[in-house]
């Protein structure tokens, strides 16, 4: 069945980094493209960075030159990593790695989230 399970969040203070991972499994990942996502309190869920297929990558402009997404195949798993660096508040969100089959911010497939704190 399909699984994407994400790991790393937790608390940093602001200049700090984090490394968010997802580990997807159960459907066919080399066809899609891998997004992260993130949903501030009383916001709305945004798009953060996405790679392609082909690891052509995308980014919002609030985290370009501060995020880095990357991907990695290992046996049955694709590993998705968001490297989050100079964090500052306004990054505080739960974040979530995503897949989309025709569209990299229309996802049909999503994680249950990690939070991330930036103070």
């Known amino acids: 069945h399909v699984q994407l399970v994400e790991s790393g969040g937790g608390s940093v203070q602001a200049g700090g980094s984090l490394r968010l991972s997802c580990a997807l499994s159960?459907?066919?990942?080399?066809?899609?493209?891998m997004s992260w996502f993130r949903q501030a309190p009383g916001k709305e869920r945004e798009g953060v960075a996405a790679?392609?297929?082909?690891?052509?990558?995308?980014?919002a402009d609030s985290v370009k030159g501060r995020f880095v997404i990357t991907k990695d195949n290992a046996e049955n798993t694709l590993y998705l990593y968001l490297q989050m660096n100079d964090l500052e508040p306004e990054d505080t969100a739960m974040y979530y790695c995503a897949a989309g089959r025709r569209d990299c911010y229309t996802p049909n497939y999503w994680g249950q989230g990690t939070q991330v704190t930036v103070s």
């Open positions: 790679i392609g297929s082909d690891g052509a990558t995308t980014y």
């Open positions: 159960g459907f066919s990942y080399w066809a899609y493209c």
